[in-house]
């Protein structure tokens, strides 16, 4: 992407997010999903920022795209949850393992609007380790039947289009391996349900689906049959780092929010800004604000080499640690961060009135989804000792 067009999508982002703001506040606080992220992010054309520009989207890179996430992380992690969810999960598939007719008919309509994408993986028994689906699916005659649940699924409530992981029916042993496909969710056999039984993320649409012989035609199966795993885990790359990289964006809003209330409140006769101890605090965001960005900066480039060499396994084994060093070191520093900006807002940061306390809540969840602390820790491991050290081989 060239050095302007990097400047316009990110200045364009920036006036997206100051319009989202008061909006996304009062829902946040009335606890509601917030229907205008999608209309709003199609004003400013933000619904296909690393898109391809034949293809109707911004053209953004990897890095671009990062700081672009990290920006509307700054609004909270539910706005920047849509982003992940329809282009870093949704898309991100489409464009890396879909065919070119797959590509023209739902990269276009999406970056449009008319399609809002998911990714659907988890299911309710199987989280971390996707070996344990049980959605399933049969061919019959010129169409696929699916059937199965998925559980916790952003955007699932409001996706018009899913990437949807299921195993064959009938497979057993090793013939058992699992395939992709891109679901339309029109139809009684398509059923969802909200979750809004969160404990942050009120803006944010997280439902589950369960599909009932639902119909898909052949040729919306996503890569070839039984590469589905690859399809998934190279899927999950991208959204490792948007979850990162919104991370750094709750880190950078949570420490200006803490600088402005550190050079307003007073506290014992003096702003609360002179109390050593609360520099302690002012300091550790700011060291947690650095480090994750240029661990996501060095994450981001190595993506990109991966995406632009796609069967470069090296680049992609790379890509794959630095997103996973990135995604747990910004998730438990944002986490942290919010931490130390609540207690230096005090009474008031303990409330979803103020961005700090809403900060909190909604951040926890980014060491779970994507990729929970546990699976990072084991991904870096092994990749220090050698695939023979994987820990679930």
């Given amino acids: 992407m060239y050095p302007q067009d990097a400047e316009k999508l990110l200045a364009d982002v920036d006036a997206f997010c100051q319009e989202l703001r008061p909006t996304e506040e009062l829902c946040y606080v009335e606890h509601r999903q917030n229907d205008a992220i999608a209309e709003l992010a199609k004003k400013y054309d933000l619904l296909g920022m690393p898109?391809?520009?034949e293809l109707g989207g911004r053209g953004a890179d990897a890095v671009t795209y990062a700081r672009a996430l990290a920006r509307i992380?700054?609004?909270?992690?539910?706005?920047?949850?849509?982003?992940?969810g329809h282009t870093s999960i949704g898309q991100y598939p489409i464009l890396r393992y879909g065919n070119d007719a797959q590509k023209k008919r739902y990269l276009p309509a999406s970056v449009r609007g008319e399609y809002i994408l998911a990714f659907g993986l988890t299911e309710p028994d199987a989280g971390s380790n996707p070996l344990e689906m049980t959605s399933t699916y049969r061919r019959e005659g010129n169409r696929f039947l699916l059937n199965g649940v998925k559980y916790l699924i952003s955007n699932g409530g409001i996706a018009q289009a899913v990437v949807v992981l299921?195993?064959?029916?009938?497979?057993?042993?090793p013939e058992r391996r699992m395939s992709a496909f891109i679901v339309e969710t029109a139809g009684e056999t398509f059923e969802t349900e909200d979750l809004p039984s969160?404990?942050?993320?009120?803006?944010?649409?997280?439902?589950?689906?369960?599909?009932?012989?639902?119909?898909?035609?052949?040729?919306?199966?996503l890569g070839e049959e039984g590469n589905g795993f690859r399809v998934a885990m190279g899927t999950l790359i991208s959204g490792r780092l948007s979850v990162a990289s919104g991370c750094l964006g709750v880190i950078e809003d949570c420490l200006v929010e803490a600088i402005h209330y550190c050079q307003t409140r007073t506290q014992h006769g003096k702003l609360i800004g002179k109390h050593?101890?609360?520099?302690?605090?002012?300091?550790?965001?700011?060291?947690?604000?650095?480090?994750?960005?240029?661990?996501?900066?060095?994450?981001?480039?190595?993506?990109?080499?991966?995406d632009e060499s796609p069967q470069d396994k090296d680049a992609a084994a790379e890509a794959d640690l630095r997103v996973a060093q990135a995604k747990f070191f910004a998730s438990n520093a944002a986490w942290e961060a919010a931490d130390h900006a609540v207690q230096i807002f005090g009474g008031r940061g303990y409330s979803e009135l103020y961005r700090v306390g809403r900060h909190l809540q909604d951040v926890r969840v980014c060491r779970i989804y994507e990729g929970t602390?546990?699976?990072?820790?084991?991904?870096?491991?092994?990749?220090l000792l050698g695939k023979d050290f994987a820990a679930f081989s």
Avoid: C, W
């Avoid at 299921?166 to 042993?173: K, N």
């Avoid at 009120?202 to 199966?221: C, I």
């Avoid at 699976?375 to 990749?383: E, G, H, P, Q, Y």
């Fill in 166 to 173: 299921a195993y064959p029916e009938a497979a057993t042993g």
């Fill in 198 to 221: 969160k404990l942050g993320m009120f803006t944010a649409n997280t439902a589950m689906f369960q599909m009932t012989d639902h119909p898909v035609p052949l040729e919306n199966m």
């Fill in 373 to 383: 602390d546990e699976i990072m820790k084991l991904k870096i491991a092994t990749a």
């Fill in 51 to 53: 898109i391809p520009v």
């Fill in 276 to 306: 050593q101890l609360v520099q302690e605090h002012l300091a550790a965001i700011e060291i947690a604000r650095a480090a994750s960005d240029a661990m996501i900066e060095r994450a981001a480039h190595a993506k990109q080499r991966s």
């Fill in 73 to 84: 992380g700054r609004e909270g992690t539910g706005a920047r949850t849509f982003f992940s």
